[in-house]
């Protein structure tokens, strides 16, 4: 069974940082990209970065280009969001998810939901300012 679960969420004054993982089971992890997605109260769910298989490629949305960081340790099969420099508006639940499916994982797919065949639970973000 495929499980994703995020952790490291919690409260974060607006300027400082906070680690989120989310470690993965019941699929070969490294095989698989996966993505941060976040979803304010009111709002949409919005992609926040994502990592190809093998590391190879990292995407990021305009808004935290810059301050935050993905990355993977497939032995230890978990992918990291480093996050600097918040901001009141990255308060969020945030939650991983995994495209299994095998095929292209770039810049134009990335940020769409429907790429991602599981999801996992969230982790809830307040930056307080």
């Known amino acids: 069974e495929v499980q994703l679960q995020a952790s490291g969420g919690g409260l974060v004054q607006a300027g400082g940082s906070l680690r989120l993982s989310c470690a993965a089971s019941?699929?070969?992890?490294?095989?698989?990209?996966i993505g941060w997605f976040r979803q304010a109260p009111g709002k949409e769910r919005e992609f926040v970065s994502g990592?190809?298989?093998?590391?190879?490629?990292?995407y990021y949305a305009d808004a935290v280009k810059g301050r935050f960081s993905i990355s993977r340790d497939d032995a230890k099969k978990t992918v990291t969001l480093q996050m600097n420099n918040v901001k009141p508006d990255d308060t969020a639940v945030y939650s991983c998810?995994?495209?299994?499916?095998?095929?292209?994982?770039?810049?134009?797919?990335?940020?769409?939901?429907?790429?991602?065949?599981?999801w996992g639970q969230g982790t809830l973000v307040t930056v307080s300012s």
């Open positions: 990592i190809s298989e093998g590391g190879r490629g990292t």
């Open positions: 998810a995994a495209d299994v499916d095998g095929g292209y994982y770039g810049d134009k797919n990335a940020p769409n939901v429907r790429t991602y065949e599981y």
């Open positions: 019941g699929f070969t992890f490294d095989g698989y990209a």
